[in-house]
Nanobody, 116 residues
Framework: QVQVEETGGGLVQAGGSLRLSCAAS????????MGWHRQAPGKQRELVAS???????NYADSVKDRFTISRGDAENTVFLQMNSLKPEDTAVYYC??????????WGQGTQVTVSS
């Protein structure tokens, strides 16, 4: 069993910042990648950012230069620093972990609300 847990969501005014944290635990021997997706009401889930085992990162165009994904000291933790937040960033943010078998485990999600 693998568990993925996100923390750090909340309510913030436009222009503000939030930092999301994610930790994977359980029967994990290696991690290929971790990252974040988000889903706003009435919209499809979309990739926000990801970081591979080698450290390469990938961002959605809408968050480039505002969001930064990073890993913690432990391979199984990842952070998403979100700056200059906009109302359109409002969504449920989901953390995922991909293991070598390419199976993906998802967290339950954390709500981020940006008020104008």
């Amino acid at each position: 069993q693998v568990q993925v847990e996100e923390t750090g969501g909340g309510l913030v005014q436009a222009g503000g910042s939030l930092r999301l944290s994610c930790a994977a635990s359980g029967s994990i021997f290696s991690i290929n990648a971790m990252g974040w997706h988000r889903q706003a009401p009435g919209k499809q889930r979309e990739l926000v950012a990801s970081i591979a085992k080698g450290g390469s990162t990938n961002y959605a165009d809408s968050v480039k230069d505002r969001f930064t994904i990073s890993r913690g000291d432990a391979e199984n933790t990842v952070f998403l620093q979100m700056n200059s937040l906009k109302p359109e960033d409002t969504a449920v943010y989901y953390c995922y972990t991909m293991v070598p078998s390419r199976r993906i485990y998802w967290g339950q999600g954390t709500q981020v609300t940006v008020s104008s």
